[in-house]
Antibody
Framework: LHLQESGPGLVKPSETLSLTCTVS??????????WGWIRQSPTKGLEWIGS???????NDNPSLKSRVTMSVDTSKNQFSLKLSSVTAADTATYYC??????????????????WGQGMLVTVSS | QSVLTQPPSVSGAPGQRVTISCTGS?????????VVWYQQLPRASPKLLIY???NRPSGVPDRFSGSKSGTSASLAITGLQAEDEADYYC???????????FGGGTKLTVL
């Protein structure tokens, strides 16, 4: 299974960050998994952003929920992230990952495996 | 300030055993939620190392082992090798925050 992030590497403050993750070597419609976004910055370390099921059901980080929109396109085997009203604090390497949960209807405990190679997104004017 | 606390750095000589601690609280480990460990080699993405407290994915050497007790967890690496030099992160679910949380990471240096 391989995951690859894509999207603009530079976003202006107050605008919306948009990323897509393309999954190959497996189906995003596999009912055993969620698909997630994690970011990493020198100041905040690793931070889980949110996860989405193939049905469109989402599992959101409460601290980012108001600014996050996730979607899934099963026909393209892709899922996407939008983060609105970005500031310099949102500058980070963004990773997508497959998410293993014990019970899909209770997606609390998550294991991320594998991860994409990551994409640096810089917020700057 | 991470919800899960790890030492910033540990070191050991080749062949030695090192442990990396991950201290949580009653809303994560103490509530029974499992620990997951990741290894991040230089200039690479995190890679799953241990899941469900003690389980190794296929391909991970048995030199790596995990444990959890009460509000703390540990990763042990025996027979330290130069290729183990990396950052290591713990992760769990926190019921107070309502989502997955990570430790701040520990940089392992092989002397």
């Amino acid at each position: 299974l391989h995951l690859q992030e894509s999207g603009p590497g530079l976003v202006k403050p107050s605008e919306t960050l948009s990323l897509t993750c393309t999954v190959s070597g497996g189906s995003i419609s596999n009912s055993a998994y969620y698909w997630g976004w994690i970011r990493q910055s020198p100041t905040k370390g690793l931070e889980w952003i949110g996860s989405i099921y193939y049905s469109g059901r989402t599992n959101d980080n409460p601290s980012l929920k108001s600014r996050v929109t996730m979607s899934v396109d099963t026909s393209k085997n892709q899922f996407s992230l939008k983060l609105s009203s970005v500031t310099a604090a949102d500058t980070a390497t963004y990773y997508c990952a497959r998410v293993i949960v014990i019970v899909p209807t209770i997606p609390d405990e998550q294991t991320f495996d594998p991860w994409g190679q990551g994409m640096l997104v810089t917020v700057s004017s | 300030q991470s919800v899960l606390t790890q030492p910033p750095s540990v070191s050991g000589a080749p062949g030695q055993r090192v442990t990396i601690s991950c201290t949580g609280s009653s809303s994560n480990f103490g509530a029974g939620y499992d620990v997951v460990w990741y290894q991040q080699l230089p200039r690479a993405s995190p890679k799953l190392l241990i899941y469900g407290n003690t389980n190794r994915p296929s391909g991970v050497p048995d030199r790596f082992s995990g444990s959890k007790s009460g509000t703390s967890a540990s990763l042990a690496i025996t027979g330290l090798q130069a290729e183990d030099e990396a950052d290591y992160y713990c992760q769990s679910y926190d019921s107070s925050l309502g989502g997955s949380v990570f430790g701040g990471g520990t940089k392992l240096t092989v002397l």
